[in-house]
């Protein structure tokens, strides 16, 4: 049946696809477990040094606290901002509401080159620039989006009577949010939090040109790869990759599964 | 009467230039099951959420309980409401969605727990108690919305279209189940419906809309057999409406000419002058059919065009000189004994006192 062969076609490809996107990550791995020094085949013996090297090293050690701080402190800040933003769309109706949702979804659509030269303009002329904070104050702006846009489509499912349900058993506005809008919602507002911690901890360009000399991971990895080839740069790569992926994988499994659950 | 619970006085609802509600004034008293009905964009369920304080009126004052409510917030009134979508919350069970206004009113764990398993007994669902109200069927996730307004003890229920999700057999049940609370509880029950069915059979004044409109309030029996006006007369039942002019005013009635001829009507509390247009309506179950020419005041000639059944009661359709349409309900027992067939010409008759005066045309 023609069926069949389309389906071993389109597995083929998809198969392709996810070769492209995950071998360059996988030899990254592969090098990081490896002997030699430079990345070559064959391939010398396997060792954990390079990941013994970058637990001794302060410097690493120093940038993953920050990466820490910044990305969980970006979650939290871009996630209240996306929650209070896509509730407003979904509360109330208002003039200049397309314009109002286009504003906010426009970061994300800004080089991130001309965006992170625009903050640092800025976060400098206020006297911000060159702390965590900056970082922090910087990726909320990038990432809220995400959250927002996510908190919404969770919205657009509920009941419109739900909200009002509450209030006529006896519940204040605040009541209502806190009992029915959060819990709600709470499966977007855990991915929300996964995605925008994921993006920050990422995110170089930005975080580059405000730190300062508040070195996250993206940036330590530069600075190494700079110097001289170092197979240490494998084995951090190797750690952003699966922190990255975990969050990113945790927000899809809690969002999706629970789509899943309230459709069926 | 007692003062009322709720009054409405002069209610106007606008949205925008819509007119959801025009003008209205109703008194709602302690204790009655009244029924809200007309078709959809009648201004019935903004009726209804202007009780719960969802939509506040343009102008006009709503009070209950001698209380004026205008601007009242939802939280603060003694009104709940069930929905039409049912509103339950996905994310409890069936007990925390019973719970959750006794939780709002601060009331300690226990105790809640306590009333919302008395109300989930009350209302046969006490197994499904700490199940996700999401796994329950269309009949058990009423009951949960019944109890979950019910364990608040309101003086008055609202209640939007609850039945219109549920299919046929279950709405006679819950019927049932709906008039016996109201008894049992004695709190008034205010109930939106397009259905004529239901209205009827639950309520014991029926309030009919009309785009914003109230077109006629009364008992059911009232409406059924005295409509008030056109649009109440042909959105109720099966009534014949004949339209003509008043001829003289003798002792028996009223004397109504039509193209079909001379008929006497039932003489109405205000009578109309001598060469007025008046409509009258004839239900269909009142009129008798003879195949023979009756000994009556009111009778016309008429052709059979078609029949229509429904369980043991059938509609006769039939045409008459001068485009008279003219509908006849008997029981199907009764129309065997003649032997119709479509084509036959039969003689339709009525007393004068089923012959019903519309106040306006």
């Known amino acids: ?264 | 009467m007692s003062e009322p619970l709720v009054t409405f006085r002069n209610v106007e609802k606008r949205f925008d230039d819509f007119v959801a509600v025009r003008d209205m004034s109703l008194d709602i008293h302690e204790g009655e099951f009244l029924a809200i009905m007309g078709s959809s964009g009648c201004g019935k369920t903004t009726t209804l959420r202007m009780l719960a304080g969802l939509e506040a009126p343009t102008s006009g004052e709503i009070r209950i309980g001698g209380r004026l409510m205008n601007d009242v917030k939802p939280h603060e009134r003694d009104t709940p409401l069930v929905w039409q979508s049912l509103a339950l919350f996905p994310f409890l069970t069936a007990r925390e969605n019973v719970e959750f206004g006794l939780k709002m009113r601060g009331m300690a764990a226990a105790e809640r727990k306590r009333r919302a398993l008395d109300w989930l007994e009350r209302m046969q669902i006490e197994a499904f108690a700490e199940r996700n109200v999401a796994t329950l069927s269309g009949g058990q996730k009423q009951r949960v919305a019944l109890a979950r307004s019910l364990v608040m003890e309101p003086r008055m229920l609202l209640l939007d279209e609850p039945l219109s999700a549920l299919d046929a057999n279950l709405v006679i049940r819950m019927q049932g189940v709906l008039t016996r609370l109201q008894r049992e509880l004695g709190i008034t029950f205010v109930y939106v419906t397009h259905s004529q069915s239901e209205a009827f059979a639950m309520a014991d004044r029926v309030v009919i809309m009309s785009q914003g409109d109230i077109a006629q309030i009364g008992s059911p029996k009232d409406i059924y057999r005295a409509p008030a006006n056109r649009f109440v007369a042909e959105f109720v039942g099966r009534n014949n409406i004949l339209s003509g002019t008043v001829g003289e005013t003798g002792g028996n009635g009223l004397h109504i000419d039509t193209p079909q001829g001379r008929f006497v009507a039932h003489m109405p509390e205000t009578v109309p002058a001598q060469g007025a247009e008046v409509s009258f309506t004839v239900s269909a179950d009142l009129v008798t059919l003879s195949l023979t020419e009756p000994e009556a005041v009111n009778k016309v000639q008429a052709t059979l065009i078609s029949e229509e059944f429904i369980g043991s009661v059938v509609t006769l359709f039939f045409e008459g000189a001068d485009r008279l349409e003219f509908k006849v309900q008997m029981q199907e027992r009764a129309l065997l004994e003649l032997d119709l067939e479509p084509g036959s010409a039969v003689w339709l008759s009525w007393e004068a006192e089923n012959a019903n005066i519309l106040e306006d045309n």
């Open chain 1, 1 to 264: 049946m023609m069926g069949r062969g389309l389906n071993i076609f389109l597995g083929l490809y998809v198969g392709l696809i996810f070769a492209f996107v995950f071998a360059p990550i996988l030899f990254s791995l592969v090098f990081s477990l490896n002997s030699q020094r430079f990345p070559t085949i064959p391939l010398g013996e396997f060792t954990l040094e390079w990941y013994v090297q970058i637990w001794n090293d302060e410097d690493v050690w120093q940038a993953v606290r920050n990466s820490v701080i910044v990305s969980s402190s970006t979650a939290v800040l871009a996630t209240f901002l996306g929650f209070c933003t896509a509730y407003s769309d979904f509360r109330y109706n208002f003039r200049f509401k397309g314009p109002y949702l286009a504003l906010i979804l426009l970061p994300p659509t800004i080089p991130l080159i001309i965006m992170a030269l625009a903050m640092l303009a800025w976060l400098s002329r206020i006297g911000l620039s060159g702390q965590l904070w900056s970082i922090i104050l910087a990726h909320s702006v990038l990432t809220a989006p995400f959250a927002m846009a996510l908190i919404r489509l969770r919205l657009h499912q509920m009941d419109p009577d739900l909200e009002a349900a509450a209030w006529n058993l006896g519940g204040s506005e605040w009541q209502a949010m806190r009992h029915v809008i959060v819990p709600f919602c709470a499966p977007a507002i855990v991915s929300a939090l996964c995605l925008t911690a994921a993006i920050s901890f990422d995110e170089f360009a930005v975080s580059w040109f405000v730190s300062g000399l508040n070195k996250t991971v993206p940036i330590v990895i530069l600075e190494i790869v700079q110097g001289n080839i170092d197979p240490t740069v494998n084995a951090i790569g190797t750690f952003v990759f699966l922190t990255s992926m975990t969050l990113v994988i945790l927000a899809q499994v809690i969002f999706i599964g629970r789509q899943i659950k309230s459709h069926s």
